[in-house]
């Protein structure tokens, strides 16, 4: 426990220092309130007139305007109008609900501009099969589990994003394959005149008949069968608050229904704990978090902060009482001749010190892991993740191709970054299984070398070279962003 305090103060310490070296040299703007995020210097005022807006042929003009700090009536600094511009822009795109967002001003008299805003919508229908991998990764399923090709969860996914113009999100999922899933949910980011509240819902069942029931030397042991091993249900109802452009509040009341077979049970008692077959429980939790980055899906500046406290079992039912809380910091700074910094810590506490094992998962587990350590899981109640990466941008250009019919998918962009990077963490775990305690309670490192692909639609390919503290070497494929 005393290495795990260490190593917390310790990157703390690193990462309030770099955000204080990039505030000292950056961070002009952003400084008079949440609300306007603008520091006006004494130069001469600007006042906006009208806001014009093109190209949204589905989006209502008042979710745009809602992303502004340009709006009609507002004066700013002519110095710090152009960083404003640039910042709303940034928060346009990162609605993710257009592909290309120009703006300019229009001089109306000396002190009095307009603002024209085009926008290029985004394909917002995806019907699209479904047909991946049943383990976390590429990696776990090439290395682990032997390229088996039976691994594989098959179906249909429905997506509408931008539903009544509103930026309202719908999804439907049918999967069958390895784990069968159904799952529904149902995103309203604004349902007052404010735009202020929203609401989303969330229903889903699984069951699997090959399940992870434990893990043997830090790698999941999986049981196949032709009976259901495992079903779950979890219903959701989230209520968000969005006060200003940047800072969110997320308050959740959910109940999961989880039930295991009895040869489960038996090869792994704690999988509940104490050989119980059933888990049920009501869970409250509380989201915030301050999103200051240039491009969610692949950030190159700004930060990121996010802190979770959850409470799983409210009294009515007493399979489950746990308390947790999650806190992580990302900070992202662009440096010289395209070359980028990025710096994550996370860390996560839990209580009680005795958890089942299907509450314990830490490091391995989507969305934290160790380069390095991509083949390995490890289990613990509380843990500590810190994250560098330093990239270079070798090239960024845009294709377009005119025969594909769909406008949307005509520009085809691609950036390519070469990267190197370095993780280190610490797994803290007081009832660790006796044949599973190589990678708990002791710092672990990884770091290596790789390349990041970054196309349309938010799609990231890595591709990594790494080597960890055991010695352990491999070439790694992920198509999520490190983030």
């Known amino acids: 426990m005393y290495y795990f305090r260490l190593l917390f103060t310790l990157f703390y310490g690193v990462s309030v220092g770099l955000l204080n070296a990039q505030h000292a040299t950056k961070e002009r703007v952003f400084a008079k309130s949440d609300q306007t995020e603008i520091d006006s210097s004494q130069s001469q005022q600007i006042q906006i007139g009208n806001v014009f807006i ?22 700013f600094s002519k110095n710090d109008l152009p960083i ?38 985004r394909w917002y229908f995806f019907p699209s099969p479904i047909f991946r991998l049943a383990d976390r990764s590429f990696n776990e399923w090439w290395a682990n589990q032997g390229r088996d090709l039976s691994r594989v969860n098959y179906g249909l996914r429905l997506t509408q994003y931008n539903f009544r113009g509103r930026r309202e999100t719908v999804r439907f999922l049918a999967q069958f394959g390895f784990t069968k899933r159904f799952a529904l949910n149902y995103i309203i980011p604004f349902f007052d005149r404010k735009q202020r509240n929203g609401l989303a819902f969330d229903f889903s069942y699984r069951d699997e008949k090959n399940l992870a029931y434990r893990s043997i030397e830090n790698k999941q042991a999986f049981l196949e069968s032709e009976e259901i091993l495992r079903k779950s249900y979890a219903t959701n109802l989230t209520w ?8 969110r509040h997320f308050f959740t009341l959910g109940f999961n229904h989880n039930s295991i077979n009895d040869t489960i049970a038996l090869l792994n008692p704690n999988y509940f704990l104490e050989g119980k077959t059933s888990q049920r429980y009501f869970t409250l939790s509380y989201l915030f978090t301050r999103d200051l980055r240039d491009y969610i899906a692949y950030p190159l500046n700004g930060h990121f902060i996010s802190v979770r406290a959850e409470k799983n079992g409210l009294g009515i039912f007493d399979d489950l009482n746990r308390f947790s809380m999650r806190a992580s910091y990302s900070q992202f700074f662009p440096l010289e001749k395209n070359f980028f910094l990025s710096s994550r810590i996370t860390g996560v506490a839990s209580f009680p010190k005795r958890q089942a094992y299907n509450n314990t998962a830490a490091i391995g587990y989507q969305p934290d892991d160790i380069r390095g350590y991509d083949l390995y899981v490890v289990e613990g109640q509380n843990y500590l993740i810190h994250k560098i990466t330093f990239k270079k941008l070798l090239f960024s250009k845009q294709q377009r191709i005119k025969s594909i019919p769909v406008p949307q998918f005509q520009t085809i962009p691609i950036a390519v970054y070469l990267k190197t990077f370095f993780d280190s963490g610490y797994v ?21 070398l790789g390349l990041d ?9 890595r591709l990594e070279y790494s080597i960890n503290d055991r010695g352990d070497t491999g070439f790694f494929l992920n198509v999520r962003a490190d983030i």
């Open 54 to 75: 093109t190209g949204n042929r589905k989006t209502k003009e008042r979710i745009i305007l809602r992303e502004l700090t340009l709006k009609p009536g507002t004066s």
């Open 84 to 121: 404003i511009i640039q910042k709303d822009k940034e928060k346009l795109i990162n609605t993710q609900l257009f592909l290309e967002v120009n703006m300019q001003t229009v001089d109306r008299s000396d002190t009095v501009v307009d603002l024209v805003i085009q926008v290029k919508e």
């Open 240 to 247: 968000t608050h969005r006060y200003s452009f940047y800072n």
């Open 453 to 461: 692909i970054v196309t349309y639609y938010d799609l990231v390919l």
């Open 428 to 448: 803290d775990n007081e009832f660790t299984d006796p044949e599973n305690t190589a990678l708990s309670n002791r710092y672990l490192f990884g770091g290596g």
